[in-house]
């Protein structure tokens, strides 16, 4: 089993910059894949960015450039910087964990609110 907390959430301004914060415990040896996915009012839960063990991003086409996701493995930590944001950007955002036998673990979600 793998624990997901987030933490970092909150209300910012359009053009505004969070950090969000992962942090895993338990079976942390079986994670490969972590990532941060975001599900706003009325919409599907999307993925905006994932990372690997050894460090490979990918990132949604609606967040490239103003989203960066890093890991620190010794922390078992992994951020999401948010920069330049956007009220379209509201959502509860998640992470996530996915291990090397293919299961996924959710944490139980932070908010993030940007005003227009």
């Known amino acids: 089993q793998v624990q997901l907390v987030e933490s970092g959430g909150g209300l910012v301004q359009t053009g505004g910059s969070l950090r969000l914060s992962c942090a895993a415990s338990g079976s942390i040896a079986s994670i490969n894949t972590m990532a941060w996915g975001r599900q706003a009012p009325g919409k599907q839960r999307e993925l905006v960015a994932d990372i690997s063990r050894d460090g490979i991003t990918n990132y949604a086409g609606s967040v490239g450039g103003r989203f960066t996701i890093s890991r620190d493995n010794a922390k078992n930590t992994v951020y999401l910087q948010m920069n330049s944001l956007k009220p379209e950007d509201t959502a509860l955002y998640y992470c996530?964990?996915?291990?090397?036998?293919?299961?996924?673990?959710w944490g139980q979600g932070t908010q993030v609110t940007v005003s227009s």
């Open positions: 996530t964990a996915l291990s090397y036998t293919g299961r996924r673990y």
